[in-house]
């Protein structure tokens, strides 16, 4: 029987290998901590009491201004419901508007996010981060010119956490498509090129300076809980990695060499394990004087 090298010579028509599905948080630094919301609250707004309702205030006018955007520029708003299937709607939705560098529609779902809790004593008041609340999270649902399909996900509770999701495989599409390459498309990666080795130095050209420039780009474009002087002021966005998905993609000359290979890497899977696995222990049987039962030694 052919092992997994022999299956895969001669007869694999596209090899590429690109980041996949990349996910980030975005986090403000500056205010990951109690004291350090009270010090934006006194010191950067210069409001004498560090108030929960001024929290509040914020992220009702940032709704307001979402809103706004979504009137003027005639962006669908979808409520999601419990358990809905949001890349489904979101795949409807862009096949209908069809738009492009532009917001396709912004969803609206209740999820779990870590905020502060307050307390009062005396004057003021003290803030610890310790509070799980079910709140509005703000989806953008956007067609970027270089990355495509993409989405931005905002908290409306302090401290605003985000999220960005993006595909590298349809930054890929985007930057072969600016060059004329003609390849074809799977759901989520390449069939083929009509040049692979362009195509796998274009996959390889995806840096952090990229991910970092669509960001900003789309932070400066959309309404936020945080103006232009904030974040001049330092309280700005940072991102981290949450979750990075690498994928390798390799196309066969006929569908029956991928059932092989299927065949043989499972195959080879299961012997593994099977060597891993510690020799089962000895099994006897003793009489038992007072009954008819038996016990492992």
């Known amino acids: 029987m052919a092992n997994i090298n022999e299956l895969l010579e001669g007869h694999v028509t596209l090899e590429v290998e690109s980041i996949d599905r990349l996910y980030l948080n975005g986090y403000l630094p500056s205010l990951a901590t109690?004291?350090?919301?009270?010090?934006?609250?006194?010191?950067?707004?210069?409001?004498?009491?560090?108030?929960?309702?001024?929290?509040?205030?914020?992220?009702?006018?940032?709704?307001?201004?979402?809103?706004?955007?979504?009137?003027?520029?005639?962006?669908?708003?979808?409520?999601?419901?419990?358990?809905?299937?949001?890349?489904?709607?979101?795949?409807?939705?862009?096949?209908?508007?069809?738009?492009?560098?532009?917001?396709?529609?912004?969803?609206?779902?209740?999820?779990?996010?870590?905020?502060?809790?307050?307390?009062?004593?005396?004057?003021?008041?003290?803030?610890?981060?310790?509070?799980?609340?079910?709140?509005?999270?703000?989806?953008?649902?956007?067609?970027?010119?270089?990355?495509?399909?993409?989405?931005?996900?905002?908290?409306?509770?302090?401290?605003?956490?985000?999220?960005?999701?993006?595909?590298?495989?349809?930054?890929?599409?985007?930057?072969?498509?600016?060059?004329?390459?003609?390849?074809?498309?799977?759901?989520?990666?390449?069939?083929?090129?009509?040049?692979?080795?362009?195509?796998?130095?274009?996959?390889?050209?995806l840096g952090p300076e990229d991910i970092e420039r669509v960001f900003r780009k789309w932070l400066r474009r959309l309404p936020l809980p945080w103006s232009g002087k904030d974040r001049e002021a330092g309280y700005d966005w940072q991102l981290s990695i949450g979750q990075m998905e690498v994928s390798l993609t390799q196309i066969f000359d006929r569908p029956q060499k991928g059932r092989e290979f299927f065949e043989e890497v499972m195959r080879d899977n299961r012997s593994a394990a099977d060597n891993d696995r510690p020799a089962p222990r000895p099994f006897a049987a003793r009489a038992c004087p007072h009954g008819n039962g038996n016990s492992a030694a």
């Not at 956007?142 to 590298?168: Q, R, T």
Request: net charge neutral.
């Open 34 to 205: 109690a004291g350090g919301l009270v010090h934006f609250l006194t010191e950067h707004l210069g409001k004498p009491i560090p108030s929960p309702a001024l929290l509040g205030q914020m992220t009702q006018a940032w709704v307001v201004a979402v809103k706004a955007l979504a009137s003027e520029q005639g962006i669908p708003v979808v409520h999601f419901q419990h358990g809905q299937r949001k890349d489904e709607v979101a795949n409807r939705l862009r096949q209908q508007r069809g738009v492009l560098d532009q917001v396709v529609f912004i969803g609206v779902a209740q999820e779990k996010a870590q905020t502060f809790s307050a307390r009062k004593e005396g004057n003021t008041f003290h803030y610890d981060r310790d509070k799980t609340v079910y709140v509005n999270h703000y989806y953008f649902y956007i067609d970027d010119e270089d990355f495509g399909p993409i989405f931005l996900k905002v908290c409306s509770y302090a401290p605003w956490s985000l999220k960005l999701c993006l595909n590298g495989h349809e930054w890929a599409k985007r930057q072969l498509e600016k060059q004329g390459l003609a390849f074809e498309t799977l759901d989520n990666g390449f069939r083929s090129c009509a040049d692979p080795k362009k195509l796998q130095e274009t996959c390889d050209r």
